[in-house]
């Protein structure tokens, strides 16, 4: 079977702890525990199990992310029967990132795991779903750091790795630490001090009034901005000079790290469930981490028509059909008027 192995007894265990090379920052506190050697993944979970069929729950594993599976009878079998037919890849280092594409994800689970690559030449393993505006800014931070690379493109699939790195994924407070260290978009310039971030090209918990919104928000001052019309660094650069930014509940928020402290952020956001809170806390949480005045306005939900093919492939349709999360929202246009 399948067995788990806890940091303590990696650090006790001389063979276990050979496996594992230590990266820190030191003026920053933060280290990182570096698989490397001879392992299998995923390119779902990202939860590498050793040749010697062994797992560190406590090292990999992520936010929303259930790893019981990987210690059933079933899936041990089926990986027993198959784990010598595997595509193995050769000295990688796996970053790794979200199946889905899903930029919360990518900017702080997976990103900042790359900063403790000491290689100055790096084939970076990343999912073949990442957007071209992912690649480019990882390769615009690669290039900061003088490090020449080249992308290996996973599919969904489990792999051999051989000779390979996978760092451990870190706690988000550490993932914001590292990030603000590293990127410094530049602030006190002329872009919009107020901004409204669409979600117009989303599939789900799109604002279905958002004339109306929008109507409302360019009276006061507010500028429209859409996500999908820029780089990454653009949109922390955008971010990071704002004063008051309105967006719905999604992954775009994930750049209010980047925001000055005091910053007032209102997400609109559907009633969650009880079992949501994870996501429902997700972004009140990164402005308590940041000094910002985090404000909630609540909103109706609509049923979405039709999924996308990304959606309905990653997300089981039970959940697509329940949970608020994967809906539409309607804005109550009156309560909108007098929080802003």
Do not use: W
């Not at 599919?155 to 990127?183: A, C, G, M, R, V």
């Not at 872009?191 to 989303?202: C, E, G």
């Not at 922390?236 to 704002?242: D, G, K, L, P």
């Amino acid at each position: 079977m399948i067995i788990d192995i806890n940091s303590s007894k990696i650090k006790n265990d001389k063979r276990l702890s050979n496996l594992f090379v230590n990266a820190n920052f030191s003026n920053l506190s933060i280290n990182c525990n570096i698989l490397k050697g001879n392992f299998f993944s995923d390119s779902f979970y990202y939860f590498p199990i050793t040749e010697n069929n062994e797992t560190f729950s406590s090292l990999f594993t992520r936010d929303l992310n259930n790893i019981s599976h990987f210690y059933s009878q079933k899936f041990f079998d089926n990986f027993k029967d198959n784990k010598n037919s595997l595509k193995k890849f050769t000295e990688l280092y796996v970053l790794g990132s979200n199946a889905g594409n899903n930029y919360y994800s990518n900017l702080l689970q997976f990103l900042p795991r790359i900063f403790f690559n000491k290689k100055t030449n790096l084939k970076l393993a990343i999912h073949r779903n990442s957007s071209n505006k992912y690649r480019n800014f990882i390769g615009s931070i690669l290039k900061s750091l003088n490090i020449e690379f080249t992308f290996v493109f996973l599919d969904d699939d489990f792999y051999h790795f051989l000779n390979s790195e996978f760092p451990q994924f870190l706690s988000t407070n550490d993932s914001i630490d590292i990030l603000k260290k590293f990127i410094n978009p530049k602030t006190g310039i002329e872009l919009s001090k107020k901004i409204y971030v669409t979600r117009q090209d989303s599939n789900y918990r799109k604002i279905l009034n958002e004339g109306d919104v929008v109507t409302i928000l360019r009276k006061k001052g507010y500028k429209v901005i859409n996500p999908q019309l820029y780089e990454i660094d653009e949109q922390i650069e955008i971010f990071s000079n704002a004063e008051k930014i309105i967006a719905p509940h999604g992954s775009n928020l994930a750049n209010i790290i980047f925001c000055k402290p005091g910053t007032e952020i209102f997400e609109i956001t559907p009633s969650f469930k009880d079992n949501e809170k994870i996501l429902e806390d997700r972004y009140l949480n990164l402005s308590l981490i940041n000094n910002l005045k985090h404000n909630k306005i609540v909103s109706d939900t609509v049923n979405v028509e039709n999924h996308s093919n990304l959606a309905k492939k990653y997300i089981h349709k039970n959940v697509l059909l329940q949970s608020n999360y994967y809906k539409n929202l309607i804005v109550k246009i009156q309560e909108l008027d007098n929080i802003i």
